[in-house]
């Protein structure tokens, strides 16, 4: 009902940057929020930065000053924009949205497929 496709991972030295995209599409009603998420090998699926319809963002505390999410003004595509990266970075970035679609009113998450994010020292 709803696909996610996530793209702009890759492999960048330690201080570089890198953009993620995400773009939804399907029966969509309302976007609610949409999120970055991220998970290394052996580790827990952790947020990494939100922003909801009303842009309003939040951060994981180790991303703050360096990351930066945004948002089209469509609002089903979102950014992550990836400042001086660290090895620590390095992981599986997956978009989320939460949202409702035709022709229901529940809000459910939708997961990307992810897209690898590598930093070397």
């Known amino acids: 009902q709803v696909q996610l496709v996530e793209s702009g991972g890759g492999l960048v030295q330690t201080g570089g940057s890198l953009r993620l995209s995400c773009a939804a599409s399907g029966r969509i009603r309302s976007v609610y929020s949409m999120a970055w998420y991220r998970q290394a090998p052996g580790k827990q699926r952790d947020l990494v930065a939100r922003?909801?319809?009303?842009?309003?963002?939040n951060y994981a505390e180790n991303v703050k000053g360096r990351f930066t999410i945004s948002r089209d003004n469509a609002a089903t595509t979102v950014y992550l924009q990836m400042n001086s990266l660290q090895p620590e970075d390095s992981a599986v970035y997956l978009c989320?949205?939460?949202?409702?679609?035709?022709?229901?009113?529940?809000?459910?998450?939708?997961w990307g497929q992810g897209t690898q994010v590598t930093v070397s020292s």
């Open positions: 922003i909801t319809n009303a842009n309003i963002t």
């Open positions: 989320t949205v939460y949202c409702n679609v035709f022709p229901d009113y529940i809000l459910r998450d939708y």
